[in-house]
């Protein structure tokens, strides 16, 4: 069983729909990451958490939406998506500057 | 800003061989984190090693070992006795020291086959 577990797996969703991807960690780390992952491309950091407080915004279109309730969890909310935004999203989540560890994904495909 | 260059799209070894990927950074920092992690077809990214810049010796971890060669800024991974279950997509990634926890900077990856 992964220490940060991802729901759902994959996602189809049209471009008016509102849905939300949820990452939940285990492992008592003090840090979460949302990252995209497009093919062919670097993955590329989305939003940074640290003690649920966002440190980082790396220039993300309003259309997502971060949440940090606590430590232990992390939200994507996603609204008038465009196809362009299919990828693997990936959940990491870090304790100080060690390693990150991640979750499985959410493949999100967008018609 | 910091960069990570993956420059072998695609490798291929057989089953029991060595192979060596290859990846190149840059920074102006002199400490940093710098890591290798496989991502399988189930998706999941999964740390295979990591190394200190401040630590000469290179790290290794069963049959992997890296080659970090900190002036020339390579940071090559080694995999000794290649196995079926080595197949994967193999990232290189650099953190800095000490900044921002979300500086975990990413190369475009090594997709790596394995013959039987």
């Known amino acids: 069983e992964t220490g940060v577990t991802q729901t759902p797996r994959h996602l189809v969703m049209g471009m008016t729909n509102k849905k939300s991807l949820k990452c939940e960690q285990h492992l008592g780390h003090n840090a979460m990451y949302w990252y995209k992952q497009s093919a062919k491309k670097p993955l590329e950091l989305m939003f940074v958490y640290n003690f649920k407080e966002q440190t980082e915004n790396n220039s993300v279109p309003s259309r997502f939406s971060p949440e940090c309730p606590n430590s232990s969890h992390l939200f994507l909310h996603l609204h008038t998506l465009q196809p362009e935004d299919s990828a693997l999203y990936l959940c990491?989540?870090?304790?100080?500057?060690?390693?990150?560890?991640f979750g499985q994904g959410t493949r999100l495909t967008v018609v | 800003a910091q960069t990570v260059t993956q420059s072998q799209p695609e490798m291929s070894v057989q089953e029991a061989e060595t192979v060596t990927l290859s990846c190149t950074y840059d920074t102006s920092e002199s400490d940093y984190y710098l890591f290798w992690y496989k991502q399988p077809p189930s998706r999941q990214m999964i740390l295979v090693i990591r190394q200190e810049a401040y630590k000469q010796q290179n790290a290794t971890e069963n049959r992997f070992s890296v080659n970090f060669q900190k002036a020339a800024k390579s940071f090559s991974l080694k995999i000794s006795d290649s196995q079926l279950g080595d197949a994967a997509m193999y990232f290189c990634a650099y953190r800095s020291y000490g900044g921002s926890q979300g500086n975990l900077i990413f190369g475009k990856g090594t997709k790596l086959s394995v013959k039987p």
């Open positions: 990491a989540s870090s304790q100080g500057q060690l390693e990150a560890f």
